[in-house]
């Protein structure tokens, strides 16, 4: 079947490139195989509720280099009828698939991460014309050697541990830096490497406590006054639970966590006499304009999704393997996530460079 009209929706939380993508997809379209191209707002909720916007050639004019998506987006929506307590909402399949009806859209567009996708290839039993889009700061999307998103997180975390190191120096003291990533500590490996961190934290390699003060007090040792600890959002020590900062109970990933920073630089302090500060990154790794590698990869990945239905390969999601793009399926790129391993080359070079993972 000839595609004459597509959907594109962001969905999840926003990062670096989600513009460079959807410009891509858009501009393609257009140009090359004369689509019509409809832009789903704020991810799944737009496709419930009915809201959309046509995009032209002109309409993605100038936002290769904006953040945040210019769609909007939710973490918490999803298409599919849900139990949340004792309330059961229901009616938001049909409605999804009435307005798919409604739209007469040929095929859709999804781009997110784990939680995205996972609705995607959900959705893509039912209505079988999806192609997804890789995009995440946490790079934890299998399948694929990189998500777009990711290098502008690390550049930014690079860029703030820098600054803390000079603070750290002038007051001899102890930075705490907590990162995102959830359950896959890339942000805070690449992140710290590239900023020169002195104990690196995540969450595949429980941590021991006096492992993390005795790296502290050996560069005491050596006469080194300060230290950054770089610790990602999902680290914990051994025998210990991940620390929640909240739940959000109408989202279908409820645990936010954060607190690890604080936590860390407590004990640190206590053991060493060490005066240590915490500083928690938040949402700044997933602000701002994306890197040029990140504009240049959401790009390409726009590019091959749209060829990607064209071409009928639909049930995939665009996957950076090597220097190449390639389908992969929806199934098996939600079906984990992608973790550090412990015998990973950026742990070994961490730690040839005297990084301390706390162990």
């Known amino acids: 079947m000839a595609i004459k009209k597509v959907g594109i929706l962001t969905g999840g939380g926003d990062c670096p490139g989600l513009n460079a993508a959807l410009r891509a997809i858009t501009r393609k379209g257009v140009l090359d195989f004369s689509w019509e191209v409809l832009g789903i707002q704020d991810g799944y909720e737009g496709l419930v509720s009915g809201h959309a916007r046509r995009l032209g050639y002109d309409d993605v004019a100038n936002i290769l280099q904006c953040g945040g998506t210019i769609l909007g987006t939710s973490n918490k929506a ?12 229901t009616g938001r399949t049909v409605k999804a698939l009435e307005n798919l009806k409604k739209w007469g859209l040929d095929a859709l567009f999804c781009i997110g991460g784990d939680g995205t996708l996972t609705i995607a290839n959900k959705l893509s039993e039912l209505w079988p014309r999806v192609i997804g889009l890789p995009k995440t700061i946490d790079n934890d999307l299998l399948c694929t050697d990189q998500t777009f998103g990711f290098d502008t997180a690390c550049g930014f975390v690079t860029e703030a541990i820098d600054r803390l190191h000079t603070t750290a ?3 001899h003291r ?7 990533g959830r359950y896959a500590g890339w942000i805070a490996l690449c992140g710290g490497l590239a900023g020169g961190g002195d104990v690196i934290l995540i969450p595949e390699i429980p941590f021991k406590r006096e492992k993390v003060i005795e790296a502290v007090k050996e560069r005491s040792r050596r006469g080194k006054r300060s230290s950054i600890i770089v610790v990602s959002e999902g680290a914990h020590a051994e025998g210990e639970k991940l620390m929640v900062n909240s739940i959000i109970k109408d989202s279908p990933d ?18 060493t006499g060490h005066e240590s500060r915490v500083t928690v990154l938040g949402h700044l790794q997933r602000g701002g304009s994306p890197s040029f590698y990140d504009r ?9 999704a749209a060829q990607l239905a064209h071409e009928g390969k639909f ?6 393997r090597g220097k190449e793009l390639v389908p992969a399926p929806l199934s098996e790129a939600i079906a984990g996530l992608n973790l550090v391993s412990r015998d990973h080359q950026l742990i070994a070079t961490a730690k040839a460079v005297g990084a301390s993972f706390g162990i």
Do not use: W
């Open 78 to 89: 999803s298409p599919f009828d849900r139990r949340d307590g004792k309330q059961i909402e």
């Open 169 to 171: 120096e002038a007051h």
């Open 315 to 320: 049930g995939n999601m665009v996957a950076l």
């Open 296 to 304: 240049v990869l959401a790009t390409r990945c726009g590019a091959a």
């Open 254 to 271: 409820p645990i936010r966590l954060g607190g690890i920073g604080k936590a860390v630089a407590a004990f640190v302090e206590e053991a």
């Open 174 to 180: 102890v930075m705490v830096v907590e990162v995102m």
